[in-house]
């Protein structure tokens, strides 16, 4: 179907001459965090941009959210864009070859995709169904994993690898696995689930392939810092690697060990640590090599990181390499240590999770409410008889110049505070006490205004900025769909999906629907680094206003939670095709109502039954009448039908 709509149609507001769709691309860092997937339209819209055949194909977001109002999908949603996820799978395995190729490196690339990134089935479906041709495989870091794995993966040159603790079942599942000539390797956590796997695949009748979790001595940079090296919770100690050694030979299975498993940890910001990581993993291999086991397979896991901020550093939240570095880093790092040594080159394996899928996923939500921070109008002169405080106040919005900011400042919060303490008293009236806060409210607006050129600003006015933001409150749930946000400060960019061609005149920080304090975001990525504060645009009546929050794919969809009861959203998959067009592949509704109270054990039947019994009650009462009675019961069960997010009326 062709989904195209004109777009002058909507474009309320005509382009302002002094601002441009380039503009605010700039302010925003599109061009930068987009990574060439996502830009600026001219006409001032956000376009995801994909590569189909040899041509680069647009489309607008607005065109998707029309399609999807058009089919009752409302706000907020998750966007999966099909082509990205294919794509980011195909530069993956291409830059590995590449990279191979150059180097003249005598093995090949595997990579697996590790499935608790996003174990949305239509996302492992299209890993597995994309990812054949590349023998993209999965990781599988629990039973249920293992599951989805074997439901998924139809070619047996695609490698399946079992992390995490093994008991007796997820063992008999992968050694049945190897029985059917799928190349599932147990990778050992921990000595004692050695014995357990021996005596299994005596009983079963197969084989495992085996393989080692090291623990590296590097350290990575990035969030997981104090987790990296000896401090790594996962992975087998130097001496414990030789007891499984020992262990291997005295049962005869030393043939069994074929790979090594070294993963640093997530996002990590710095190809120097890569570097050190693959040369230590490398030391490991050759001595087990050298210990007598075949080996063959290096899997050095995830941590291919992902740019959220455009940054191009190696900050938390950013990268300091390009895909074809880390490969070429890789490759290289294996030969400098191997090839002294005479020693074959292993198959490379990584678990890339948070590079594969962030891009592919877009959170799109409407606002639903604005709190200005701007004082209304502004009273000019001071009311006859009014408390003594408000002349301080007047004064000081009368004569903040850049000389005396600091001191305006300190006045004014005294005169506000001891009008405070007056109206506490009965002193001041409730008018008086709005008039004081309105205007010192001003003073700081105009302190603010003067910050820019001030050389030195002082610490206790940094703030001062995000204080005065408005709040932009966002149709969403933090908790179930940004969670990381909350959870470990993480930064995805985020800005207006339209209206970018209009120079956005307010600052903003955003806030969502749960009543948390938590459930704010007031950190972003902005042109000179993170900022405190969003430019946003103000809101036209009667019009919605749609942000993006962008690269959500990995992690956010399975870690965020039921607070408030706000459940799933609705979630799209978009296959956009060569004449610019897009198919609705697939499209989930998200919980109603009842599906969130069922997940904490409330019976909405029993609910309902029970409100009954208090509607029948009011109205042998009299305080309703029947027909009333019906009304609200009506009312009762739309509302347990109903998404559980904000709805317009
Ligand atoms: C989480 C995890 C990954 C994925 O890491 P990314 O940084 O998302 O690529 C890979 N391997 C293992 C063992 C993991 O625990």
Known sequence: MKQVMPKESRCSVPMNDR???????????????????????????????????DDSVSVSLMDIVLGMQARGLHMPAVLRIRNLLDQRIKILNESFTRAITQTGYRN????????????????IEEIAEYGRHYHHGFEAGSKAELIIALSQVRDKDSLIVCNGYKDKEFIDLGL??????YACFFVLESVNELPLILERSDIVGADPLLGVRIRTSVMVDGHWRHDSGDRSIFGLCTDTLLTVIDSLREASKLHCLQLLHCHLGSQIPNIRNVRSGVLDACRFYAGLVREGAPMGYLDLGGGLAVDYEGARTNSTHSMNYQLDEYCVNIVESICETLDPMYIDHPVIITESGRATVAYSSVLLFNILDVRDSHPGPLLSSLPPGGNENLAGLKWALDN?????????????????????????????SLRERGLGE????????????????VNRVPPELESLPTLLSDIYYGNFSLFQSLPDVWAIDQIFPIMPIHRLTE????????????????????????PKGLTRSLPLHPLHPGEDYYLGAFLVGAYQE????LHNLFGDTNVINVAIKGDGSFDFVREFHGDRVADVLRYVEHEPRQMQERFRQVAESAVRQGKINVTQRQAILRAFSNSLNAYTYFKRS
């Open 108 to 123: 090949h690339y595997r990579g697996v995709f590790p499935i608790k990134v996003n174990q949305q089935c239509h996302v």
């Open 558 to 561: 399975t870690l965020g939670d």
């Open 19 to 53: 601002w441009s769709s380039k503009k605010s691309a700039e302010l925003y860092g599109i061009n930068d965090w987009g990574a060439g997937y996502f830009r600026l339209s001219e006409q001032g819209e956000v376009e995801v941009t994909v590569d189909i055949d």
């Open 176 to 181: 049945y696995a190897r029985q059917m000539g």
């Open 438 to 453: 309105n205007w010192f409210l001003a003073v700081l607006q105009n302190i603010a205004a003067l910050l820019p050129q």
């Open 400 to 428: 903040v110049t850049q000389d005396n900011f600091q001191e305006c400042y300190n006045d004014a919060l005294f005169y506000r505070d001891a009008l405070r303490e007056d109206f506490q008293h009965g002193q001041a």
């Open 503 to 526: 120079k956005p005149t307010r600052s903003a920080v955003l806030a969502d629907l749960t009543c948390d304090c938590d459930g704010k975001i007031d950190k972003f990525t902005g």
